[in-house]
């Protein structure tokens, strides 16, 4: 647990599954989605490759099991009956969404909200997750008849609190593409009766069904204020020394998609989108190809790292590619991601937020970023996934946030071309 600096809710659960705010074998959070595949697959009662327990040993002793579960379910994934639609919700359960849907077989799609303004396309649906810090969603679909179709359509988020975001998203989306069957996915379910009520409502008004799976579910009480949103900051650590730093270039190892984006400030970018993270919507047939782009993009990594303890950091909405490389560099590996939900920090035994540090996105200078648990001098090198480079200004913030953590090799990794900028730093290596 963990509290928000957030008016609209005060509380936070911390996931040990997810990736996002701690760091964890990258192979458990891609079983966290898997479990939430067999929970799916286990109600069609088709052949199952693996079962529930043995994906909660695998996520418990992640060093014995981890790796063999997931390369088993790789092999031979989950089959479904009939078409499935997945939906991931940004920016904690873009991976967890993605995850779930790669451990089906079938016939299945995939695509992640976003909030992400994308000039060049329209937001096919739209909807408000409401006690978000960011509460705009948009959904780009590159394919128009994306969203076409009758096949259930399965939501993924990593926990329901009130279910509320969920609602709102099947509105829009039986408003635009009607279909009978939802089903709302997530690892926790805190639902009171009147919440569940609220489905029920949702069912009848729209004369359809709406199903919840979740790996725990049960009833919660809040007491208590939020944390003052002007929460006095921390003076950061004083940088002792200049990390390493070393940037690499895989923009020639993935398929992209040129459109350019708008920050709130109207600021463009111009950097394409790497075209298979999600975002923009996969079909079960880009599967193999995204695959293949893993693999040699974590072969090379691999043969870069530097040191035995390594953290590999995911950025944002864009955790699910980095979290699959990651899987494939070796041993002594860890994940997580850089996120913009302000959260309490406190060095308190058992809190699970022990540290923070802030900065301003490089995206959007008018939004803050946070790092979470990240000792000062605890990793031997840190690998930073980038989807876009920006500014040599933009990313200054960013860059220092990092080094504070007194890592002694940042590497820099990024899925657009090289930008040619003014004053490069001497000590950049290229790849």
């Not at 991976?95 to 909200?113: F, K």
């Not at 609602?167 to 039986?174: A, S, T």
């Not at 009147?194 to 919840?212: P, Q």
């Amino acid at each position: 647990m963990a509290a928000r600096v957030n008016k609209k809710r005060s509380f936070l659960f911390v996931s040990k599954v997810l990736g996002k705010h701690i760091p964890v074998n990258p192979h458990v959070s891609l079983l966290g989605g898997a479990a939430l595949a067999v929970l799916l697959q286990n109600a069609f009662e088709g052949e199952m490759t693996v079962d529930l327990p043995e994906i909660v040993q695998a996520i418990r002793q992640p060093s014995l099991y981890a790796e063999q579960v997931y390369a088993k379910l790789k092999h031979n994934p989950l089959p479904l009956n009939g078409p499935h639609l997945f939906i991931g919700f940004a920016e904690t359960a873009t991976a967890l969404g993605h995850s779930m849907y790669d451990a089906c077989s079938g016939t299945t799609q995939y695509l992640h909200t976003t909030r992400e303004s994308i000039r060049e396309l329209t937001s096919l649906i739209s909807f408000e997750e409401e006690h978000s810090h960011a509460t705009a969603h948009r959904c780009y679909a590159i394919d128009a008849a994306f969203f076409q179709g009758t096949q259930p359509v399965v939501l993924v988020d990593d926990e329901i609190t009130t279910g509320k975001t969920a609602l709102n998203m099947i509105r829009d989306l039986q408003m635009k593409f009607p279909r009978s069957r939802y089903i709302v996915a997530s690892l926790l379910d805190w639902r009171s009766a009147t919440d569940r009520d609220k489905f029920t409502a949702l069912e009848e008004e729209l004369g359809i069904e709406i199903s919840c799976l979740s790996l725990i579910a049960g009833e919660l009480e809040v007491i208590g204020d939020s944390i003052d949103m002007h929460e006095t900051r921390k003076p950061a650590l004083e940088r002792t020394h200049a990390s390493q730093l070393a940037k690499h270039y895989l923009y020639g190892q993935f398929e992209h998609l040129q459109v350019t984006s708008e920050d709130s400030s109207g600021h463009i970018n111009d950097q394409p989108y790497v075209s298979l993270s999600g975002r923009f919507g996969l079909a079960c047939t880009d599967n193999a190809a995204f695959d293949r782009q893993v693999a040699a993009a974590g072969a090379f990594l691999k043969t870069q790292r530097t040191g035995k303890s390594t953290l590999c950091l995911g950025t944002g909405e864009f955790m699910y590619l980095p979290m699959r490389i990651a899987a494939e560099m070796g041993e002594g590996i860890l994940y997580q991601s850089t996120t913009r939900s302000p959260i309490h920090a406190s060095n308190d035994a058992g809190y699970a937020i022990q540290s923070r540090a802030s900065y301003t996105s490089p995206e959007d200078p008018a939004v803050l970023n946070f790092l979470y648990n990240i000792p000062v001098g605890h990793y031997d090198e840190l690998f930073v996934f980038l989807e876009r480079e920006v500014s040599q200004e933009a990313f200054v913030p960013f860059l220092e946030a990092l080094e504070r953590t007194q890592t002694t090799q940042l590497h820099l990794v990024y899925f657009s071309p090289e930008m040619k900028q003014a004053n490069e730093s001497k000590k950049e290596i290229r790849s």
